[in-house]
């Protein structure tokens, strides 16, 4: 499955459209409302994907993250060590209603902290995750249960409550990942799970980790399959030239899994 993401300066350059072909109907979507459809496409297909994963240019989408938790999905992704959360522990409180106007909205005492700043009591241990090609992968993480806590979380929380006013003040709790490479200053990464809090650390790496097979795949489609061999400029034609890579890679794929399929020599 294929979008092609459309500049926002595009929509209402009229020459451009028609130079190249685009539908009147196609418009600016941004790429996690892309995501979106691409995913609810599969879904619609009967496809079952056990966890998505994606780097923190979709992952720092809060919108995105609870889109598919709507839709029953599970997920670990790259997340931006600025974005704010509390401890699992946090409990809001209801302060007195002192009598004028309406009543005052329940409250957490902490102010919520950046990633980083949540770390004080994380333990880290070793975990190995493959086998790379120039050794084996291992560093050391941590996993613990935060309360995202930004604007956009809260907002959202309010929504599904039923209002502001219905708001009880609790947020939901998620899984935070770290990671600290033994010769690091600090952590390196960070990654947001929706998955069970009892999930293993080291099944949170591999699903954290398993963007290295995205890479590889997509170098397989530009240098072996030639995705960034189009020089053409219609919608079109684009869309012809992914579809016959996409269909390349679908067979070589199969045979690598067939294990009646003669080996190269």
């Not at 980790?209 to 053409?232: A, M, N, P, Q, S």
Request: with cysteine; net charge positive.
């Amino acid at each position: 499955e294929w979008e092609l993401f459309l500049p926002e300066e595009w929509v209402h350059d009229d020459r451009r459209r028609q130079r190249a072909g685009i539908p009147e109907e196609v418009g600016h979507v941004s790429k996690t409302r892309l995501a979106l459809g691409l995913l609810d496409r599969l879904a619609a297909q009967g496809l079952k994907v056990p966890v998505i994963v994606a780097d923190a240019g979709y992952g720092r989408s809060v919108s995105f993250r609870l889109a598919l938790e709507e839709r029953g999905w599970s997920y670990v992704m790259a997340v931006d060590p600025k974005e704010v959360a509390r401890p699992a522990g946090a409990k809001p409180y209801q302060p007195a209603y002192g009598g004028l106007g309406p009543p005052t909205l329940a409250r957490y005492r902490e102010a919520p902290r950046s990633l980083p700043g949540l770390l004080e009591w994380a333990v880290f241990e070793q975990v190995t995750w493959r086998q790379g090609s120039k050794g084996t992968m291992t560093s050391y993480f941590a996993a613990i249960q935060v309360r995202p806590s930004g604007k956009e979380a809260c907002r959202t929380a309010q929504e599904q409550a039923g209002g502001r006013s219905r708001w009880d003040g609790v947020l939901p709790v998620r899984t935070l990942l770290v990671e600290r490479p033994e010769e690091a200053d600090g952590p390196t990464g960070y990654w947001m799970s929706n998955l069970p809090a009892d999930t293993p650390v080291a099944d949170l790496v591999r699903w954290a980790k398993l963007r290295w097979r995205i890479g590889h795949d997509y170098r397989e489609l530009k240098h072996g399959l030639g995705l960034d061999h189009f020089v053409g400029r219609t919608w079109r034609g684009w869309h012809h030239h992914v579809t016959l890579v996409t269909a390349a890679q679908a067979f070589l794929t199969l045979r690598r899994l067939d294990p009646k399929a003669p080996m190269p020599a």
